[in-house]
């Protein structure tokens, strides 16, 4: 029996996997793509992208046919027992560097489709559905998974690389011997999934996603999109799933049950875990397999994406020779510490809304309409629920002061058409450069490196000169920007060679005469 062979396999096509799965096709990998499932799971799981995350998928390409599967999330509110409204905010970024405005509702099932329809684009990508991975042997220097399809045959697949991106119980995970360490108690949790049998009943529920602060329980209330409507029960520790009928009852307090078609009633635990190892030699890990929160702020399929389009361009890179393995360190540096401080900002929100007597529902409640009358308290609520901290250490001119943060997206006009700054830049590195900073040299050097090299206001024109305003007022000359739009390194022309000997000190270039030092005094020139 053949063994196929690839440069990377991925073990699971959900979001995260499906995300990664585009990204390395699109990077001209060999990628084998191995789901369990024969089918797109039919009930969105996941509700809430935020706006980094939009901007993740759009380096996939498919953006133009994802967004019609969205709507605004807009605001979210807080009300008591009695509906009395107790806080009220907008959910997203304030000022966004990304280039969208708020957060989104989203439909699973219609993105992981159009996701997975996206990798037909890529001839040298296997999607295999339906095939169960049962088997992980990880050798020095590739991967074999042996797998059975669901008639009963056995099939061996070969990759340099695997990236585990098949969930909480993860069969990547237990191959590398990684434990998941908790950071909060497990909540359990009812979820109920339905569909309004009209949606002109939409009118008569609450347009705002909703927590309800109930003497017995928390409940959190989601709009979705289309038909689809949202309702979360919390449960005692050893409450048992309750039946239909006491679920329907609990619904009436916003509709008539028999207004809905109910999809599924699943009982489910809210985990805050973290994987001690992301990475056992050419195994690594992604999504939930690496890390797993709880959903009150809608964080968990928003870092499974980040991870993807933090990994997909360094797996290239080092595949393609043009890195050492060193490089896969800076992956799980850069992500843990930021997965886990927006895990913590996640269990600040859950643990001003979740309350197990009489006390501390009185003082919750007292608390949250405190934070909705105070701006200054609601501001920093807001900063410590929604936290986005910077990627301080990993793959970047640790010197430049702005590494780590992201490049603004703006739109531009560029040979006649409206587009995003990261479309015109596409899933690579960019060096972004005042015109008046360019020289012959520079050019050659980011030829010699592969990266895209544009002025504002001459290579395109901004809409609002937000880019240019960006750079003047942090007084920079130049911007490198990674694939996945974190800033390498930046500075005056006077900071040119320190950030070129920190890319050089990581990349090889891919024409020898592009490795020649460009001077602070050419850069003048």
């Not at 109930?214 to 038909?227: C, D, K, Q, T, V």
């Not at 929604?386 to 002061?401: I, K, N, V, Y």
Request: aromatic share 6%; charged share 25%; proline share 5%.
């Amino acid at each position: 029996m053949s063994t196929p062979s690839f440069d990377v396999a991925i073990l699971g096509c959900g979001p995260t996997g499906a995300v990664l799965a585009n990204l390395l096709g699109g990077l001209g990998l060999r990628v084998v793509v191995c789901e369990r499932e024969p089918a797109v799971h039919p009930i969105p799981r996941a509700t809430h992208i935020d706006e980094e995350t939009l901007r993740n998928f759009q380096a996939t390409g498919l953006l133009a046919e994802l967004w019609p599967h969205t709507c605004e999330f807009g605001e979210a509110e807080i009300v008591d027992e009695g509906g009395e409204l107790l806080l009220v905010d907008r959910i997203g970024e304030r000022d966004s560097p990304h280039g969208y405005s708020g957060s989104r509702f989203f439909d699973q099932p219609a993105f992981e489709q159009i996701l997975r329809d996206g990798l037909r684009r890529y001839p040298q990508v296997r999607l295999e559905l339906g095939l169960d991975v049962v088997d992980i042997d990880v050798r020095a220097d590739h991967v074999i998974l042996a797998a059975r399809r669901a008639d009963g045959e056995s099939l061996r697949l070969r990759a340099a690389w695997l990236v585990g991106c098949d969930g909480g119980r993860s069969l990547t995970r237990a191959a590398l011997g990684a434990t998941m360490t908790s950071l909060a108690p497990r909540r359990h949790w009812l979820i109920v999934d339905t569909l309004l049998r009209d949606l002109a009943d939409a009118a008569a529920l609450p347009g705002r996603f909703r927590y309800r602060l109930e003497r017995e329980r928390l409940s959190i209330y989601a709009h979705g999109i289309g038909r689809n409507r949202r309702w979360e029960f919390e449960l005692g520790e050893h409450e048992d799933l309750p039946d239909e009928a006491t679920v329907r009852r609990w619904l009436a307090r916003d509709i008539d049950p028999d207004r809905l078609e109910i999809t599924r009633i699943a009982k489910y635990a809210h985990n805050a875990l973290l994987a001690d190892i992301w990475r056992s030699g050419t195994a690594l890990l992604a999504g939930d397999a690496a890390h797993m929160m709880p959903p009150s702020a809608g964080q968990g399929m928003c870092a499974g994406i980040r991870d993807a389009v933090n990994l997909a361009w360094k797996l290239q890179r080092v595949i393609t020779g043009r890195a050492s393995h060193d490089l896969l360190v800076s992956y799980e540096r850069e992500r843990r510490p930021h997965v886990e401080q927006v895990l913590r900002g996640t269990l600040f929100l859950g643990k001003r809304l979740q309350a197990d007597g009489a006390v501390q529902r009185w003082w919750r409640r007292h608390l949250v309409r405190l934070i909705g009358r105070v701006s200054p308290l609601l501001a920093l609520s807001r900063r410590l629920s929604m936290r986005r901290p910077r990627l301080r250490a990993g793959c970047f001119d640790l010197a430049s002061r702005w590494h780590g943060h992201p490049l603004p997206q703006v739109r531009a006009r560029h040979q006649g058409a409206d587009v995003s700054l990261d479309d015109l830049l596409g899933y690579r590195f960019a060096l972004v450069v005042r015109a008046e900073c360019l020289t012959s040299r520079l050019r050659e050097w980011a030829a010699g490196h592969d990266i895209v090299l544009v002025r504002p206001g001459v290579d395109f024109e901004e809409h609002d000169g937000a880019l240019l305003r960006f750079l003047r007022a942090r007084r920079l000359d130049f911007v490198l920007v990674r694939p996945d739009r974190q800033i390498f390194g930046a500075g005056d022309v006077t900071a040119m060679p320190r950030v070129q000997a920190a890319f050089a000190a990581r990349f090889t270039p891919t024409m020898p005469a592009a490795q020649q030092r460009v001077t602070a005094a050419e850069l003048s020139r």
